[in-house]
């Protein structure tokens, strides 16, 4: 089946739906938002774009003029320093370049829709299909690297955007091992940029990070810190079946979760982006936004820092994947909402169950998501 391109919030794209997700992608990227969800009778869409979308800001990566939603990055990170004579854009070619639409097909109650692109840093090919399940409220998102060779960093990148109500939300992920803030100055005050944590601390409670100030910060609950940056990074733990993050909003009715094989990405990456950069395009205007992000990779900093020695790998996690031109890597996570009574406070697990999940809240709430959890398993 083929689909025509559309133009929503400045982006061509295509459009895929079924009786409970209606998605769009950019061709240029591969950028999903916005997402519609459908809940009872309640449509909620909580992926972000950034308000500078139908603005013309001059010399920013591709990237950055579209960034909306989730997109898939290979090598994930700003790579800024070459890697082995390599220079990958920010987030990689997989997040910049155009994709080739292959087909848009419905079999078995699915709807897949599939795109790829040719890369041109590290010559290779990437095969990004997302897929809908009728009944279920989630996006089965699926990336295939293949015809590469050596280190890659790789991640996903969905931005949530929450009700501007402080501490409304609240954060939580599954065990991790320990966790670190990012290890240099990840914003500085001299070109208008703003944090609060201690650069480089170890934590292994997201409800007690260390501050520069001293003292400690809670994480788990946003939004929170208007006018600040923060970026954390948690190494799951890989003898888990899965992994998890998710994010409550019980006032809107909602969670949000993601799904991922804690043996292909690795970390989770925490972003907290709430108005602390006051330089072009965000001018302070990027507000209440989280970055939930499952990645193999060392923080935002790019495939060169990634494949050497840093403070993750010394800590046992792995912070790049090796790829061979003849053994393809298969990349999958599930985004998905359920919807959740006032009580349900924070996700505290989230359990196989017949047919799908079950999200268990701290205060002893569940909520039961239709899912293929072997999705991720495979």
């Known amino acids: 089946m083929k689909t025509p391109l559309k133009t929503v919030a400045g982006q061509k794209g295509w459009t895929f739906k079924n009786d409970r997700v209606t998605g769009f992608v950019t061709r240029t990227g591969g950028h999903l938002a916005p997402v519609v969800f459908q809940l009872g009778r309640k449509k909620v869409s909580p992926f972000s774009i950034t308000p500078w979308w139908n603005e013309s800001p001059q010399g920013i990566p591709t990237m950055l003029r579209v960034a909306r939603g989730d997109f898939f990055c ?41 795109t790829s ?14 897929s809908l399940r009728d009944g279920h409220a989630a996006v089965y998102c699926e990336h295939v690297l293949s015809g590469m060779s050596g280190p890659m960093t790789i991640g996903t990148h969905p931005m949530i955007l929450f009700p501007d109500e402080p501490g409304s939300c609240g954060i939580s992920t599954s065990a991790f091992k320990r966790g670190y803030v990012v290890p240099e100055a990840w914003e500085r005050p001299e070109v208008k940029g703003y944090s609060l944590l201690k650069p480089g601390a170890a934590f292994t409670s997201l409800a007690r990070v260390p501050a520069a100030a001293g003292g400690t910060i809670d994480l788990t609950r946003y939004p929170a810190r208007r006018g600040y940056e923060e970026l954390v990074e948690l190494i799951s733990d890989a003898r888990q079946p899965f992994a998890w993050s998710a994010a409550a909003l019980p006032t809107a009715g909602y969670a949000f979760f993601q799904l991922k094989n804690p043996r ?13 950069r006051h330089y072009p395009p965000w001018n302070g205007r990027h507000v209440n936004v989280a970055g939930i992000e499952e990645v193999t990779a060392y923080f935002h900093l790019g495939l060169a820092e990634s494949a050497k020695p840093n403070l993750l790998t010394r800590a046992g996690a792995p912070t790049a994947v090796q790829l061979r031109p003849n053994r393809p890597l298969r990349v ?15 996700v505290k697990d989230i359990r196989p169950a017949k047919g799908g999940v079950t999200l268990v809240a701290r205060s002893g709430r569940r909520v039961f998501a239709p899912l293929d959890l072997d999705f991720v398993l495979s």
């Open 332 to 346: 999958a996570h599930i985004l998905a909402l359920v919807a959740i009574p006032r009580d349900f406070d924070v």
């Open 117 to 130: 692109l040719r890369t041109r840093s590290r010559r290779g090919r990437v095969d990004k299909r997302l």
């Open 74 to 114: 290979a090598p994930f990170g700003g790579n800024a320093a070459k890697f082995r004579g390599e220079q990958h854009p920010a987030h990689g070619d997989s997040a910049n370049l155009d994709y080739r639409f292959e087909s848009l097909g419905r079999a078995a109650g699915t709807v897949t829709l599939h």
């Open 264 to 276: 292909v990405l690795r970390e989770t990456v925490l972003w907290f982006s709430n108005g602390g």
